[in-house]
């Protein structure tokens, strides 16, 4: 799994680029023309449409939407408050419900939503079959639901330094998502900033389909667990001795074999690797150094 992939690094990455995240990265990355091309498979056209926006960040694709959608009628959806403290500062975003949550475990009934949105959300989804599947319940039969996200990247350095970082699927992984969901009629377009060569790759898709029928997804799949390598401290009982308590100190769900021990979140690939960085340089390096 890719670094900021893993949902606490992801937290603690947007931390910090919240604060110049509209002022640089979207007119970089994402910017308004590309919103706007891919928003346009949504089928935005009714001010009563129920809408979520998943992974809604600082509401820079919510501001497109309630252009033509009642803004007491969408939600936005992002698992980082800092995201959503700065969109709570946007005038026109101030009748949108903000809702701390998990894309891959949406709070919302099964059948109660016309449009699902997520744009440049699913490269930090540690399980998008599952984000996509959850896509597909929430949303009423007839419904539409609209992800955008990077490609993967051809060119070897590119794809190696992507891969590392996050997320990139390949075209081809975005359909087989929405088919296993049980989605049909799929829609796609091809989105890009205007400094970007076509001739490098195909930058970005928009992929939108429509809820067939009510209910759940044909088959849900099983949450995914984190990679965590905790797993190794009981071959290690030397290195590593355990702990009296029986809940892991990191908060990981994937740290249940380290019995507590909390230098387990050091081990590089620890799904706190970050965090415990950030909270503690210090300590961090000690252990980091020690092992």
């Known amino acids: 799994m890719r670094f900021i992939q893993h949902k606490a690094e992801a937290r603690w ?4 680029v919240s604060l110049g995240y509209d002022r640089f990265i979207n007119p970089l990355f994402w910017t308004a023309p590309m919103r706007d091309e891919a928003l346009a498979l949504a089928r935005l056209d009714d001010p009563g449409l129920e809408v979520v926006d ?14 033509t959608v009642a803004p007491e009628r969408v939600t936005m959806l992002d698992q980082s408050p800092h995201q959503l403290a700065r969109a709570r500062r946007k005038r026109a975003l101030t009748g949108v419900a903000k809702v701390i949550g998990d894309a ?4 919302f009934a099964t059948d109660s939503c016309d449009r699902y949105v997520s744009t440049g959300s699913i490269e930090y989804w540690p399980d998008p079959q599952r984000a996509i599947a959850e896509a597909y319940r929430v949303l009423r039969p007839g419904g539409v ?5 990077p490609l993967r990247r051809r060119h070897p350095l590119a794809r190696a330094l992507s891969d590392a970082w996050m997320l990139f699927p390949a075209e081809d992984e975005y359909v087989a998502w929405f088919e296993r969901a049980g989605f ?15 001739r490098w790759d195909r930058y970005a898709v928009a992929i939108a389909a429509v809820k067939p029928r009510a209910g759940e ?5 099983a949450p995914a667990t984190p990679p965590c390598r905790c797993a190794s401290r009981a071959s290690r009982p030397d290195r590593w001795p355990a702990r009296p308590s029986s809940r892991s100190r990191c908060g990981s769900r994937s740290c249940a074999s380290c019995a507590g021990d909390p230098r387990a979140r050091y081990e590089p690939g620890h799904a706190c690797l970050t965090r415990s960085f950030l ?3 210090q300590r961090f390096l000690r252990h980091r150094l020690d092992g």
């Open 13 to 16: 990455f947007y931390r910090v």
């Open 145 to 149: 639901a609209l992800l955008a996200g």
């Open 104 to 107: 891959e475990a949406l709070p």
């Open 217 to 221: 997804p044909p088959a849900l799949p």
């Open 279 to 281: 909270e503690d340089p």
């Open 54 to 67: 998943v992974g809604a960040g600082t509401g820079f694709a919510t501001e497109a939407i309630v252009r």
């Open 184 to 198: 049909a009629s799929i829609e796609r377009v091809h989105v890009a900033p205007d400094w970007w060569d076509p």
